[in-house]
């Protein structure tokens, strides 16, 4: 009996510490549980504190960036009108300088005479030497301007193909252009407005010609096309073409031994035509042995050729070239296009130095030039890049006299 009993009580205090056991247990899991709970809690106040800064700093961002709107829109308006005005007065100045500009290199001994340089005086006049009167005329008549660097660009627009010409009358305000490499028909324009105004080139007035042009190194002068004609079982000729009354008045042989690229960048100009204040001018290659640009003198009315000189330029990486008052300036880039420059200057009457030759950098822009001619009345240079046609306004200054 007595040992039932101690087993019934050492089974009933077994029974009371698992009992306490397990209800520890339950006490710390519950614990726990609650302080998850808290825990929970504060990340739920948490989220919602965030959720409600987050919806505060999106309104007012919303507003910011409707204040930055509104005030881009403004901008834009009064960018846009003040380039409407800069547009208008452009237009107003190429107007003016249209109907007053004089020749760049014209006659100044009147000038000279009223403004008294020199000293001389009127009662004097009379006095002096005829020897040193032909002398004074004659410095005073010589084109004697070099450029001294690009004063503003003008994108005017994009018409075309990626290669060709285009260029105005000296003489008139009539534009011309070339698209293209090759051709038959040119386009003419009433006026640089009218051109930037147009649609393209279709809805011009279209000039056919007797024969194709080759290369875009034409050029006009004095109400005639010269244009350089090229055809596989003939030489290479020089074209005399007046624009009036639509007929060829003279043709020229081309003195060279092949048919070389006088710009290395640009192999469809087998020789560039230029016109400035002294008259038509040609710039070409020889041959293909010859490294440098050649220059030669050429009389406008029948295409003689007066003079020809080494300009000592090489034709290596040149992209195109134009003259101003005697002075050539060689335009250079590299194969993948940079920053067109003019690395190389001509001068015939060797009044140019190389320390006061210009260091013309041209803007960048889309590609390379395939052409460049200079309008004398204008001082300004017309180019062809990829298709864009642009302005260059020149600034000038005087070349030092020998």
Known sequence: MKPLFVLLISVAWTFTGAQHYYQGLMDYLENRLLAIEDRMQLW??????????????????????GGLR????????DLEGAGVRVDRVEREMDYVEAQTSPRACALKAEKV??????????????????????????RVSDCVEIISGIRSVKILKRVGSPKGMWTRDPRSSKVYVFNGTSGDTIYQFDSVRDFSRSLGITSSRNIRLPSDWSGPGSAVYNGFLYY??????MDVQV????????SVTDTAMFPVESHASVYNLNPETVADL??????LWLLYAPSDSEPNISLAK??????DIEQIWDT????????????VCGTVYVVYNTRLASRSRVQCVFDVNDMVISEEAPLLYFPRRYGAHTSLKYNPEEKQLYGWDDGYQIIYRLTMKRKLLA
């Open 298 to 303: 050429m009389d406008a009315a029948t295409l």
């Open 312 to 323: 000592r330029c090489p034709r290596e990486n040149a992209e195109a070239a134009f003259v």
């Open 239 to 246: 074209v005399r073409y007046d624009l009036l009354t639509g």
């Open 274 to 279: 230029a016109a400035d204040d002294e008259g």
């Open 44 to 65: 739920h106040d948490l989220s919602q504190r965030y959720h409600t800064e987050m919806k505060d700093f999106k309104k007012l961002t919303a507003e910011a960036m």
């Open 113 to 138: 005479v009223e403004q008294e340089a020199w000293g001389l005086q009127e009662g004097r006049v009379e006095e002096e030497d005829e020897e040193e009167w032909e002398e004074l005329l004659s």
């Open 70 to 77: 509104n005030d881009h829109s403004t901008l834009f308006k």
């Open 228 to 233: 350089i004609q090229q055809d596989s079982d």
